[in-house]
């Protein structure tokens, strides 16, 4: 999996929408004091996949009295498709969940682009189909992707 983009608003320490474009580097090193978002990152992206963080339920949610969701878009490449999985968690709400794949001769611009929405029936299908894309599942892209 390579990712491509990852939009966070109102998740854990984030309360403003912020984008963090992967393409614009080739390595990177998250650095910073406490508290200022360094895990809330990585939690943002196994949340996406996964609807799993650290925390749980409105918990995810900023405290900041104007925040009234915790939302997440982490798009990514995997073989030879791209993928855009979009999670929200609506205060006092269910989580909700979308899943699209990027359309054949779309434009390249991520913003652009034609997506096809991949999305099932109910976010417990929508997850069991992404999973089987990905071919894993949360405890085995923790262990092979942190350390824990």
Known sequence: MIPLRLTIAGFLSYHKQVELDFRAFGLACISGANGAGKSSLLDAITWALFGQARKRDEALINSHPQVKAAEVSFTFQYETN????????????????????????????????????????????????LEGILRLDYDTFINASFFL
């Open 82 to 129: 791209i993928y855009r999985i979009q999670r929200a968690l609506p205060r006092g709400k269910s989580n909700q969940l979308e899943l699209h794949i990027m359309q054949e001769g779309s434009a390249q611009d991520l913003d652009g682009a034609r997506w096809k929405p991949l999305t099932e029936r109910s976010l417990r299908e929508t997850q069991a189909r």
